[in-house]
């Protein structure tokens, strides 16, 4: 019962001395089995569902090859998992890569004999597998068709990103050309405007051009009339508002793409992540991030999704993506699930009290549903859209401001203090609001409710991380290297032992944006 004695929680009581936003300490039978930071009622209750479950080995079910398939990849300890993180488990089993349609998954849980409950047996899956079938055979038979149709889709897949690729190719040359056109025209015009200037002053002064050319006074002059840089504005490009049977269509097929992605951990492992790499992304989160409420995953999702494709490279070693451009298009779940699945499942935050502003400019034809939206209706914002914290400007003649008001929960990058991207904010999950006022150039919504919560928590329950302390990023990026041991392990080859004390020390305060590092000292960290 240590854990349950003063000395044990009464440190965390005087570490949150003055604070009133709730901490939950969570303890079965005298063990403290997690915590809980702010009323997360999802978490809350996935937790104590969780531990009142009654648990059964799957030794008592399967044997021989079948118990070592079931402990290694859905559950080690129980005998009973949901559908979704049996797909989950068949993802990397069979190297599954499109999305089951609505008819597919209906037929593989009828199969599986979990029609009412959602839940995946032991004792039904051996019965499904039957005695000398393999999991690969047995798919197959339950959902022939499959794999044609998954080839067709990356078939189709493949030739629309040749497309699209070379439609950049096309773009990026054309603004290329149009930028050197541009330049040569500014420097000429510079030119002209010289001219103009040494011989307003050789007039006014009495010198001759050749002796004005270079006197303070007209470097003075030049320097008044000098162009001013302007803070660039992070803007998204569309939004989307859907009608309530438009969105149940859509959160179905959302919730089928991230049911079936890999978490954090497994696209580290699946993408070849080594001990360098994990600790580049614990550089950079303690480097990017002041301390906040985010779970250390949650810092991690708001790491990609404000970082270019060279910074995404840099820490994840994942070439081509570009997890901010991503983010302000609204196409994170469509481009990289994995991302998408643990912002919305880690990274999201209270909006204090619904007191905080969101905000969206564009044209109104990049923004869906707007002509047909009408005051006093009902609209659903699907989750990652993007918005802004700050406010925005009308940069275009034309543009609209749509205002989101009194929404419980987004997820905020505020947190990022070295980067104007740290006004940026997402919709967590599918969220109702009522339009309140509409005019020309502005639509006001005031938030409702959050609708389809049961597919958002079947996501936050099987994606839910070991409960991690508020800040502990050492713990989190210590369980990336193992999970990146492990992976090494399975492929025969022995990773390198990871030294915890040769670790970054975990930062005792907040940690202030900083220079970048000099190469002796990225040398010597890397040797580290």
Not at 272 to 280: E, I, K, P, S, Y
Not at 354 to 380: D, H, M, R, W
Not at 491 to 501: N, R, S
Request: aromatic fraction near 6%; include cysteine; proline fraction near 5%.
């Amino acid at each position: 019962i240590r854990e349950t004695l003063p000395e044990a929680w009464q440190p965390i009581l005087e570490e949150r001395a003055g604070l009133a936003k709730p901490y939950f300490l969570v303890f079965k039978e005298g063990h403290r089995c997690g915590t809980i930071d702010g009323v997360n009622t999802p978490v809350i209750r996935s937790m104590i569902k969780d531990l009142r479950a009654v648990r059964q080995p799957p030794e008592n079910f399967l044997s021989g090859n079948t118990l070592q398939i079931w402990k290694q990849y859905l559950h080690p300890e129980e005998s009973e998992i949901t559908f979704d993180k049996f797909v989950r488990a068949l993802n990397l089993i069979l190297d599954i890569t499109e999305p089951l349609t609505t008819e597919e998954r209906a037929t593989l849980i009828d199969a599986l004999g979990a029609k009412d409950s959602k839940i995946v047996s032991a004792e039904n899956f051996q019965k499904w597998l039957g005695d000398d079938g393999t999991i690969q055979a047995v798919f197959t038979a339950t959902l022939p068709e499959y794999h044609s149709r998954a080839e067709k889709s990356k078939g189709d897949r493949q030739a629309e990103e040749k497309a699209k690729s070379e439609k950049e190719a096309a773009d990026t040359k054309k603004a290329e050309e149009k930028k050197a056109q541009d330049t040569m025209d500014a420097e000429s015009s510079l030119r002209s405007s010289n001219a103009t200037d040494i011989a307003r002053w050789s007039a006014a002064s009495g010198l001759t051009e050749e002796e004005a050319k270079d006197t303070p006074e007209l470097r003075k002059s030049r320097k008044g009339l000098a162009l001013t840089k302007t803070d660039k504005v992070l803007l998204a490009s569309n939004l989307t508002l859907l009608t309530t049977d438009a969105a149940a269509a859509v959160a179905e097929n959302t919730a089928n793409a991230l049911s079936t992605a890999q978490t954090l951990s497994q696209y580290l492992m699946s993408s070849g992540a080594t001990v360098a790499t994990v600790h580049n992304i614990r550089r950079a989160v303690e480097k990017r991030f002041a301390t906040s409420g985010l779970l250390a995953p949650g810092k991690i999702a708001c790491l990609v999704l404000t970082s270019t494709s060279e910074e995404m490279e840099d820490y994840f070693g994942a070439k081509g993506v570009d997890g901010l451009k991503a983010t302000l298009e609204g196409k994170l779940i469509e481009q990289n699930p994995s991302f998408a699945l643990a912002a919305i499942t880690t990274a999201v935050g209270s909006a204090g009290e619904g007191q905080e502003v969101l905000y969206f400019t564009a044209q109104p034809q990049n923004i869906v549903g707007f002509a047909e939206a009408a005051v006093g209706s009902l609209v659903v914002i699907p989750p990652l859209s993007p918005f802004s914290t700050r406010g925005t400007k009308v940069i275009k003649e034309g543009d609209v401001t749509v205002t989101l008001k009194g929404t419980e929960r987004a997820i905020f990058t505020s947190a990022a203090t070295v980067r104007p991207s740290a006004a940026l904010a997402l919709t967590c999950w599918f969220a109702e609001y009522e339009i309140v006022s509409k005019d020309e150039g502005h639509m006001e919504l005031a938030f409702v409710r959050f609708v389809f919560d049961e597919s958002r928590d079947s996501l936050s329950e099987a994606a839910r991380p070991s409960q991690i302390a508020e800040d502990d990023s050492h713990t989190a990026i210590s369980q990336l290297q193992r999970s990146v041991e492990v992976k090494a392990s399975i492929d025969g080859v022995p990773a390198a032992p990871f030294d915890e004390a040769a670790a970054p020390p975990e930062p005792k305060e907040e940690v202030q944006p900083e220079e970048e590092a000099q190469p002796e000292e990225e040398e010597a960290a890397q040797s580290a």
